[in-house]
């Protein structure tokens, strides 16, 4: 009865190489998020999308595009892999309306682009 | 997004009260205070949240100081379990709201 999970868990992967990963909740929430958390140990806001759609974009770069396919799943696809995007990627949702409005992160996949 | 420091880290002994500052002095009116940790390797989880009013669950304490320019979260009785990163981080209750995390506090729960 996994809340939040991502798969896959870890990826290895090649310079310039396209890959995606990929986040399901069985929550029932209406928001879902993608960060990415560098070597530095930072959490940054990638995406967000409410209701399959996109309300939060920061500053990432064209190669990384979220896809929505329903309220349940928010996918991350990365195209021609760089060194600088190894890090780890964590998906959460949230159902916006509640009183406590809290993210429910899932277990990370670690990224590693050689 | 009203920014908060915290100490870079702290150490507690087991079993004892772990008191972990944050300061969020420039806080706006309708801003709720968060708290949020990461366990080694994990996402981050949901501790407490509040506005005004002190608040308790079953994992912690939330005291908010009456101007709300700093709030401290309390461990009752901390156990080698709670070692973690504890982020502080204020924002709206309601809506699509992105957690800004700084670089929290590293809490060492020592047995």
């Known amino acids: 009865d996994t809340a939040v999970s991502q798969t896959p868990k870890y990826l290895v992967t090649q310079m310039g190489n396209d890959k995606s990963i990929k986040c399901e909740q069985n929550?029932?929430?209406?928001?879902m998020y993608w960060y990415k958390q560098d070597s530095k140990k930072f959490l940054k806001i990638m995406f967000s999308?409410?209701?399959?759609?996109?309300?939060i974009n920061e500053t990432v770069p064209n190669r990384f595009s979220p896809k929505s396919p329903d309220k349940a799943h928010l996918n991350l696809h990365i195209n021609s892999l760089e060194l600088g995007d190894s890090a780890v990627y964590f998906c959460?949702?949230?159902?916006?309306?509640?009183?406590?409005?809290?993210?429910?992160f899932g277990p990370g996949t670690r990224l590693t682009v050689l | 997004d009203a920014k908060t420091t915290q100490p870079t880290s702290m150490d507690c002994a087991e079993g004892r009260a772990a008191n972990l500052p944050c300061n969020h002095s420039?806080?706006?009116?309708?801003?709720?205070v968060y708290w949020y940790r990461q366990i080694h390797s994990q996402g981050p989880q949901y501790i407490i949240h509040?506005?005004?009013n002190n608040e308790t669950n079953e994992m912690a304490s939330l005291i908010i100081t009456e101007d709300r320019k700093s709030s401290t979260l309390i461990l009752p009785h901390a156990t080698l379990r709670d070692t973690a990163v504890y982020y502080c981080i204020v924002r709206l209750l309601q809506g699509a709201q992105k957690l800004v995390f700084g670089q929290g506090t590293r809490l060492t729960i020592n047995p």
């Open positions: 959460a949702s949230s159902r916006t309306s509640g009183r406590v409005n809290e993210q429910f």
């Open positions: 420039t806080i706006s009116g309708n801003e709720y």
């Open positions: 929550l029932g929430h209406d928001t």
């Open positions: 999308y409410n209701n399959k759609e996109l309300i």
């Open positions: 509040g506005l005004k």
